[in-house]
């Protein structure tokens, strides 16, 4: 079965860290750019970041940058989002998408179920 499958989410408190997974089956990520992003209640969903075929080229969201760290292992067709010094307002469903491009995020077509992060004391 084709499909993105997200993991790792849950509750944590603010200050705290996650990472975050996007795993690949019945396809490769290879060569592919993979990007993240997420919704919270009652918003538009907004990306987070991106990471090219080239896994030195990388891209955040400034409410992110410094705090989230995306990177890619391509042997285990994964790309990772790890998340530290968590705020409430990091609280969304956080996606990962793929068939796209970093330099237009709108063209992402394929996308996983989503994971929700909860931040909260």
């Known amino acids: 079965q084709v499909q993105l499958v997200e993991s790792g989410g849950g509750l944590v408190q603010p200050g705290g860290s996650l990472r975050l997974s996007c795993a690949a089956s019945?396809?490769?990520?290879?060569?592919?750019?993979i990007a993240w992003f997420r919704q919270a209640p009652g918003k538009e969903r907004e990306v987070v970041s991106c990471?090219?075929?080239?896994?030195?080229?990388?891209h955040y969201a400034a409410s992110v940058k410094g705090r989230f760290t995306i990177s890619r292992d391509n042997a285990e067709n994964t790309v990772y989002l790890q998340m530290n010094s968590l705020k409430p307002e990091d609280t969304a469903v956080y996606y990962c998408?793929?068939?796209?491009?970093?330099?237009?995020?709108?063209?992402?077509?394929?996308w996983g179920q989503g994971t929700q992060v909860t931040v909260s004391s």
């Open positions: 998408a793929t068939e796209g491009l970093c330099r237009d995020l709108g063209t992402f077509t394929f």
């Open positions: 019945g396809f490769t990520l290879d060569y592919r750019a």
């Open positions: 990471i090219s075929s080239v896994a030195s080229d990388t």
